[in-house]
């Protein structure tokens, strides 16, 4: 019955098959009723949902079906980097207009290179039909020890990975009827999750961390708030992209960077000779309000100026 080519469950049964004859080996075990999964002894399981709607979440028209697949997992895997999680599988629910079933297939292989990129098998999810394409990302990992927002103390070093300012760059750009540089247009089509990175930093005694996800300045109060803590950040060697001085990169969202607070030295020189990425020591963690306070040759900067869907 399910085979038959008519509405209602038949044409949802054939997509799913088209999906997973897609997706190949970077799905499995799709089609019980729930996915089983295995959890390393010792380790907790950490799972975060991320969803990515057309029109405020990217645009059709600034980047082909795949980037766009690639970028919404990516981002979804970005928070299991920022707990220092190792990957081990995402569920993936589709809500698709008519407009866009041309373009799924190749919407769903920028899923699967995010999820052959990472090891996260897509194990499940769900397809429904929408008035506007929306993707939901649920992403399952394993940590032992997991970084978390509330781990910094007072005269922890503050690090930032990567180069900041290209998507903030690249949206302008657009928003502006022109063309990004491919450097920034980069960074919006194909954000890495720092999945390495951030096992290397754990190890090196990073003991708090969050993904850049709003902007540097907002997702710092993040961490200055849940450790009650107040950040010191001098923004003068940020590294940025796009020609954007330091305290507008630091409001650039969508980074997927990560802020990392550790109480020790961390081989900065080690860390871009194995990731080729800088990572950049930008401040300190001080007893006081839960604050940030972010300052450019010297003097004070307006805190916080992310992205927020809500304000
Ligand atoms: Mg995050």
């Excluded at 920022?82 to 990957?87: C, E, G, K, L, V």
Aim: charged share 25%; net charge negative; glycine share 10%.
């Amino acid at each position: 019955m399910r085979d038959d080519i008519t509405l209602g469950p038949g044409k949802e049964f054939d997509l799913v098959r088209a999906l997973e004859e897609r997706w190949g080996d970077a799905a499995h075990g799709i089609g019980d009723d729930a996915a089983l999964i295995d959890v390393p002894a010792g380790h907790q399981l950490v799972v975060s949902a991320d969803s990515a709607v057309d029109g405020v979440h990217f645009r059709r028209d600034w980047l082909t079906p795949r980037e766009i697949g690639w970028r919404v997992a990516a981002a979804a895997l970005s928070d299991l980097a920022a707990m220092a999680a190792d990957p081990l599988a995402m569920l993936v629910s589709l809500s698709i207009p008519d407009a866009w079933l041309g373009d799924i297939l190749d919407l769903a292989d920028g899923l699967a290179d995010a999820a052959r990129a990472t090891a996260a098998h897509i194990v499940g999810g769900d397809l429904t039909g929408a008035r506007e394409l929306c993707i939901a990302i649920t992403v399952l990992g394993a940590a032992v020890n997991p970084l978390r927002r509330n781990g910094a103390r007072p005269g922890d070093l503050l690090y930032v990975t990567g180069r900041f300012g290209g998507p903030l760059a690249a949206f302008t750009a657009w928003q502006g009827g022109g063309r990004p540089s491919p450097a920034d247009r980069d960074r919006v089509a194909h954000p890495v999750p720092r999945m390495r990175e951030s096992r290397w930093l754990a190890e090196r005694g990073a003991h708090a961390a969050i993904d850049v996800s709003d902007g540097l300045l907002s997702d710092a109060a993040h961490i200055a708030a849940a450790s009650h803590v107040r950040l010191a950040i001098a923004l003068d060697h940020l590294p940025t992209l796009g020609g954007l001085s330091p305290d507008t990169a630091a409001r650039s969202g969508d980074e997927y960077e990560l802020l990392v607070a550790s109480p020790r030295d961390i081989d900065t020189a080690g860390f871009e000779r194995r990731f080729e990425l800088p990572l950049t020591a930008i401040g300190r963690v001080e007893a006081g309000d839960a604050d940030v306070v972010a300052t450019l040759h010297g003097a004070r900067v307006a805190p916080g100026g992310g992205f927020d869907h809500f304000s």
